[in-house]
């Protein structure tokens, strides 16, 4: 699978771990903030959304000062650090007093969701060859995705059983410490080897001049914003838009993230045994929107579907050749000096998403309904389609020996 040819797999496996755990614990307490029992009384629609907005501004203008902070002093300072502080903003959202302090404290988790995501994903490029970088970076989208679904899921479980807003928080934050002291533990510094001249602004500028990674812009951008779009509003569009029973849901999404999964897995080990990105960044992008297509079109009889139900595990496995392709291609004209603020400014290409998307999706959301919503994620994959064909395909043919795994070697 790629991870113990790497030669690095304990670190590697301890990076999803609290990839994992950080990631549950955010979206834990988005379930918490959104039920009625938090505060004395729960927040208004709008206080919850500017919560979840404060989010990714904060995390999208400190990103690339961790990043590029990271290529200066090492990845592992800074990784722990992002560990305990998201603890800290658990534990404040469970004492906040008023909805406006929480502002502050959402920040406090986009700052250490900032620092988080960029030296995770500069270590976990040190740690990549050319013949496993795909599946690892597929390994750490699927630790995100579980991260995700896992946290919320596994939050609003936890309310509707009873248990207090307070209590799940500190949970919260008590797993986040505990994964910083599994850190401290067990994951190792990948950046001793580079010793980096350049000023952090410097490097920033470097990495911003970068032909290859601008021609990235109309590529991630418009894929995030679609992402954007897909957690703000899925809940409510199944609600009020999707006639399912219970057990269809559950059949339908079961479907969705196994074919999902098994597809981040399979295509990002074609992807290495290829050495190619482009094509399966296109495939996922066509994946995704014959996916969205099919079940916008149906929205009154789901039934539909189930008569060619082997169609929607296959678009969801063919969706799964986007992720781990779009990261390999990032660490692939990413260079050793500068490979985390290479990975700050992809956080930006995020966060500048996550802020873009959910805001067209409201607007044409509230003018044209779900038919509107369609065309707007069918632009956004054109746009990202041509985006694709315009990037260059990065072929390492170089004469740097690699070892069996594809890990570049001393000469």
């Not at 990043?67 to 404040?92: E, M, N, Q």
């Not at 939050?155 to 207090?164: A, N, Q, R």
């Not at 992720?323 to 500048?352: C, I, K, N």
């Amino acid at each position: 699978m790629g991870l113990r040819a790497s030669g690095h797999a304990l670190n590697l496996m301890a990076l999803y771990l609290v990839t994992m755990i950080m990631r549950a614990s955010f979206y834990i307490t988005i379930a918490v903030i959104q039920s009625r029992r938090y505060m004395g009384g729960g927040l208004e629609i709008w206080e919850i959304g500017l919560v979840m907005v404060v989010y990714p501004v904060a995390e999208l203008t400190t990103v690339s000062f961790f990043g590029s902070y990271s290529d200066k002093v090492g990845r592992r300072p800074i990784l722990i650090a992002s560990l305990f502080l998201t603890g800290v903003a658990a534990y404040l959202f469970a004492i906040a007093p008023t909805p406006l302090v929480l502002l502050g404290f959402s920040a406090i988790f986009g700052i250490a969701a900032a620092s988080k995501v960029s030296t995770t994903l500069s270590m976990i490029a040190d740690m990549s060859g050319e013949g496993n970088r795909a599946r690892l970076m597929g390994y750490y989208d699927l630790s995100t995705l579980m991260g995700l679904a896992g946290g919320y899921g596994f939050g609003m479980i936890l309310l509707h059983f009873g248990w207090h807003p307070v209590t799940v928080l500190v949970g919260a934050e008590w797993a986040c410490i505990v994964s910083g002291i599994v850190a401290l533990a067990t994951i190792r510094e990948t950046k001793s080897h580079v010793h980096v001249d350049l000023g952090v602004m410097d490097l920033i500028g470097k990495v911003a001049r970068d032909p290859r990674v601008q021609k990235l812009v109309p590529v991630y951008v418009p894929i995030i914003s679609m992402y954007g779009i897909l957690i703000t509003y899925a809940e409510h569009i199944l609600e009020n838009e999707f006639v399912l029973e219970s057990t269809e849901l559950l059949l339908l999404f079961g479907m969705l993230g196994g074919a999902l999964v098994l597809g981040i897995i399979v295509m990002g080990h074609l992807s290495d045994h290829l050495m190619l990105r482009r094509p399966f960044i296109a495939a996922g992008l066509v994946g995704f929107g014959v996916l969205g297509y099919l079940l916008v079109a149906h929205t009154e009889d789901v039934s539909v579907l189930w008569s060619i139900w082997p169609v929607v595990p296959a678009l969801a496995f063919l969706a799964g050749s986007f992720p781990p392709a779009a990261m390999a291609y990032l660490t692939d004209v990413s260079e050793s000096e500068s490979r985390g603020t290479t990975m700050g400014v992809y956080s930006v290409f995020f966060g500048t998403g996550m802020i873009v998307g959910p805001a067209m999706g409201a607007f044409v959301y509230q003018l044209y309904g779900l038919e509107g919503l369609a065309v707007l994620v069918a632009v956004i994959i054109v746009v990202a389609l041509f985006g694709t064909y315009r990037m260059p395909e990065v072929h390492h043919t170089s004469t740097v020996p690699t070892d069996h795994a594809g890990t570049t070697v001393a000469p």
